[in-house]
């Protein structure tokens, strides 16, 4: 049995539409029939709510009363506010996580970014989870559970604005640059460089996505 197999059916369903959601192929503002859903995933739709609940939870859909669930819209607004926040928390955290890491958390870390440059190359849906398992990566070993919980929810709410940045190619060699950059300085334990990074890459996306919104 694989690990996707072992998880719950919710789960499953979340993961279906989270993909969707984050690659466009469901676009902001469109309605979501738990009907159409159920029967084209051969499930009920008790496992579908519970789905889209979930998705509600980490900002990807939206409820209106009497009319259901739409993907949420895309904004500046929002891009800010979790961008903002991202510079606030998690440079400290890389920082943290930078000191206490071993050779095995190296190793990890190293692994997320090949998986995460292998998505960009492709421009494959997971890259906004593969971004999201890197940059995690380099806040684990710090063992600080409510920080974690905090970035994680943010980055789950980025995914869609990190897929939105990378729809130019030409940032593609830039953003791999910054990750390598700072994996480096993460491995070399050199927590000003590490966070000094963190932040820069974090404030040029930001940069990146109001220039993006701006133009559209």
């Given at each position: 049995m694989t690990l996707l197999e072992k998880k719950a059916l919710p789960e499953r369903i979340a993961d279906v539409m989270r993909s969707r959601i984050i690659a466009g192929s469901l676009a902001p503002d469109s309605s979501i029939r738990q009907?159409?859903?159920?029967?084209?995933?051969?499930?009920?739709?008790?496992?579908?709510?519970?789905?889209?609940?979930?998705?509600?939870?980490?900002?990807?859909?939206?409820?209106?009363?009497?009319?259901?669930?739409?993907?949420?819209?895309?904004?500046?607004e929002d891009a800010y506010d979790v961008f903002a926040l991202r510079l606030k928390i998690e440079p400290d955290a890389v920082a943290y996580g930078c000191e206490r890491a071993g050779t095995a958390d190296h190793?990890?870390?190293?692994?997320?970014?090949?998986?995460?440059?292998?998505?960009?190359?492709?421009?494959?849906g997971d890259i906004g989870a593969c971004n999201r398992a890197f940059h995690l990566s380099l806040i684990r070993p710090g063992q600080r559970r409510v920080t974690l919980q905090i970035v994680e929810r943010l980055h789950l709410l980025a995914e869609r604005y990190i897929f939105k940045h990378l729809e130019s190619s030409s940032r593609n060699a830039r953003a791999e640059a910054e990750h390598e950059g700072l994996l480096e300085s993460w491995i070399a334990r050199d927590t000003k460089a590490a966070a000094a990074k963190t932040a820069a890459h974090i404030e040029v996306t930001l940069a990146d996505l109001t220039e993006q919104f701006n133009a559209g």
């Open positions: 009907d159409l859903l159920a029967a084209e995933l051969g499930v009920s739709k008790i496992p579908v709510r519970e789905a889209l609940a979930r998705l509600e939870q980490d900002g990807l859909i939206i409820s209106q009363t009497n009319r259901g669930f739409f993907v949420a819209p895309l904004s500046a190793l990890f870390a190293r692994r997320a970014l090949d998986a995460l440059n292998a998505a960009i190359s492709g421009h494959t």
